[in-house]
């Protein structure tokens, strides 16, 4: 089975500098999804990157990047330039299937900080 | 922007008692779920719903638990008869199709308080 393992549970970062947030993930799939989703506070969770097990490019949208390191298992995530806006539970996601309806397997989150 | 629904946003109930948790998806969608996480844990799948069928659940997914789409909008999930273990927050998702690398869409969830 597969599994995400999130080992920050928190994580601070000062305005304007660069933060990762570490995933790492446990599969035998050769392809596969995987995400990173944020839930600010009270808010629902939306998607932030995405990235295709079998693109070896890593995926980038604006200030949000991921260092996807398929051998070694890692998926993480750089926000570079960090905004207020950031502050979030950012949640790790592997995509999986079984039933020919894909579910997305969570990792514990990380709290992210973003200090003025 | 189409936002994913869910209410109430917080729920109390007593030991043993039925409770339904509302869901509106996203119109379009064809494919809805439930998630929970209980405090400090993972957000667990518990269902995926297609076609008026579920497609998949997980094994927390047990007698006690099932859901509808009573009508083109709503998507429940009832809780026969509840556990203080039940405690947890729900979070509802749709998605427009299903294949890899789709995006669910995410509810705000319902805090459901078992006494």
């Known amino acids: 089975a597969q599994t995400v393992t999130q080992s920050q549970p928190e994580m601070s970062v000062q305005e304007a500098e660069t933060v990762t947030l570490s995933c790492t993930y446990d599969?035998?799939?050769?392809?596969?999804?995987l995400f990173w989703y944020k839930q600010p506070p009270s808010r629902q969770m939306i998607l932030v990157i995405r990235?295709?097990?079998?693109?070896?490019q890593n995926a980038t949208e604006n200030r949000f990047s991921v260092n996807f390191q398929k051998a070694a298992k890692s998926f993480s995530l750089k926000i570079s330039d960090s905004q207020l806006g950031d502050a979030a539970m950012y949640f790790c996601?592997?995509?999986?299937?079984?039933?020919?309806?894909?579910?997305?397997?969570f990792g514990t989150g990380t709290r992210l900080k973003v200090l003025a | 922007e189409p936002e994913v629904t869910q209410t109430p946003s917080h729920q109390v109930t007593q030991m043993g008692q039925e409770v339904i948790l509302r869901c509106v998806p996203i119109?379009?969608?064809?494919?809805f779920y439930w998630y929970r996480q209980i405090l400090g844990q993972k957000v667990e799948f518990l269902v995926s719903?297609?076609?008026?069928?579920?497609?998949?659940k997980s094994e927390i997914f047990d007698d006690q638990f099932s859901v509808e789409r009573p009508d083109g909008s709503n998507f429940t999930l009832k809780i026969r008869s509840t556990k203080l273990e039940d405690s947890a927050m729900y979070f509802c998702?749709?998605?427009?199709?299903?294949?890899?690398?789709?995006?669910?869409?995410f509810g705000p969830g319902t805090r459901l308080t078992v006494l």
């Open positions: 990235q295709e097990a079998y693109k070896q």
């Open positions: 998702a749709s998605s427009l199709d299903s294949p890899g690398g789709n995006e669910q869409f």
């Open positions: 996601a592997y995509q999986t299937s079984t039933s020919g309806t894909y579910k997305y397997i």
């Open positions: 599969t035998s799939e050769s392809d596969y999804y």
């Open positions: 719903f297609y076609n008026n069928e579920i497609s998949e």
């Open positions: 119109s379009n969608h064809l494919y």
